[in-house]
Nanobody
């Protein structure tokens, strides 16, 4: 059974830092591309950051220079270090694990963790 368990969400003041963690089980973590997505009320779920099996990272323009995604294959965990947070970063953040092996796609989601940026 595949599980992605996010933690680290909460309330933070504008300009502050916050780190999210996502612990995976039931998959061969090292071969999966890991990503963080977010969804604000009334909006679609968008990619925030992703890191592939070769540790190449990609970021949404809105978070470049502020967020860092890292993976620890020994701990089956992916992190999202968020700095200089803004109120517009408020959303539910979801962890994603994806492995494309043609013709199948293995795609899993966590339950989400709320991040609220407010004074």
């Amino acid at each position: 059974q595949v599980q992605l368990v996010e933690s680290g969400g909460g309330l933070v003041q504008p300009g502050g830092p916050l780190t999210l963690s996502c612990a995976a089980s039931g998959i061969i973590f090292s071969i999966y591309e890991m990503g963080w997505y977010r969804q604000a009320p009334g909006k679609q779920r968008d990619l925030v950051a992703a890191i592939n099996r070769d540790n190449a990272a990609d970021y949404a323009d809105s978070v470049k220079g502020r967020f860092i995604i890292l993976r620890d294959n020994a701990k089956n965990t992916v992190y999202l270090h968020m700095n200089r947070l803004k109120p517009e970063d408020t959303a539910v953040y979801y962890c994603n694990a994806r492995w494309d092996i043609d013709p199948q796609t293995h795609d899993y989601w966590g339950q989400g963790t709320q991040v609220t940026v407010s004074s």
